[in-house]
T-cell receptor, first 112, second 118 residues
Framework: TQLLEQSPQFLSIQEGENLTVYCNSS?????LQWYRQEPGEGPVLLVT?????EVKKLKRLTFQFGDARKDSSLHITAAQPGDTGLYLC????????????FGAGTQVVVTP | ETGVTQTPRHLVMGMTNKKSLKCEQH?????MYWYKQSAKKPLELMFV???????ENNSVPSRFSPECPNSSHLFLHLHTLQPEDSALYLC?????????????????FGDGTRLSIL
């Protein structure tokens, strides 16, 4: 079983501040995805990273995949209240077709 | 609108009741999934269907019974549930390349059914 640990579990910040959330595992993943889930809704895909060391930017969000493909981070610059949500990472390995291992998520609250 | 619709959105049932959750995807995908989401726990994959064939049953108790009549519809039949089964049940779909390929495809989730067992 590949365990994905996300930290911190909860993060509360003021609008305009920066934040980073982490997703760590002892296992190697062929790809890793980040999702955001808002209350009363299902998770929505933000990004997929597949190459070790890869960095992807989505407006104010920066995603990084570790060189060894065991960990990832999500950095948000100048957070806004609309960034509030549960951030989930999910990793896939080569021998687990269709099966993504999800972390428990980081709950981010951005207050005005 | 994610293209994946789940009904009902909320369900309260007693332990002796029988009910079904429904999922319909309008994305033309060939794979569908059931997940269980409990507070502060990772999403738990329950079942995977690829081209209507069940390819994964993640040690789910028999009181949960999936049905996939076609690539667009997925059901989860519930009977004799326990209080610990109370959770958000999420359906997802994706477009897969086939059983032998590593999946990098995004999963499109519905908004879930919030299930409460009395």
């Amino acid at each position: 079983t590949q365990l994905l640990e996300q930290s911190p579990q909860f993060l509360s910040i003021q609008e305009g501040e920066n934040l980073t959330v982490y997703c760590n595992s002892s296992s190697v993943f062929s790809s890793l995805q980040w999702y955001r889930q808002e209350p009363g809704e299902g998770p929505v895909l933000l990004v997929t990273v597949v190459t070790g060391g890869e960095v992807k930017k989505l407006k104010r969000l920066t995603f990084q995949f570790g060189d060894a493909r065991k960990d990832s981070s999500l950095h948000i610059t100048a957070a806004q209240p609309g960034d509030t949500g549960l951030y989930l990472c999910a990793g896939a390995s080569g021998d687990s077709w269709g099966k993504f291992q999800f972390g428990a998520g980081t709950q981010v609250v951005v207050t005005p | 609108e994610t293209g994946v619709t789940q009904t009902p959105r909320h369900l309260v049932m007693g332990m002796t009741n029988k009910k079904s959750l429904k999922c319909e995807q309008h994305l033309g995908h060939n794979a569908m999934y059931w997940y269980k989401q409990s507070a502060k726990k990772p999403l738990e994959l329950m079942f995977v269907y690829n081209f209507k064939e069940q390819t994964e049953n993640n040690s789910v108790p028999s009181r949960f019974s999936p049905e996939c009549p076609n690539s667009s519809h997925l059901f989860l039949h519930l009977h004799t549930l326990q209080p610990e089964d109370s959770a958000l049940y999420l359906c997802a779909s994706s477009q897969e390349q086939g059983a032998l390929h590593t999946s990098n495809q995004p999963q499109h989730f519905g908004d879930g059914t919030r299930l409460s067992i009395l």
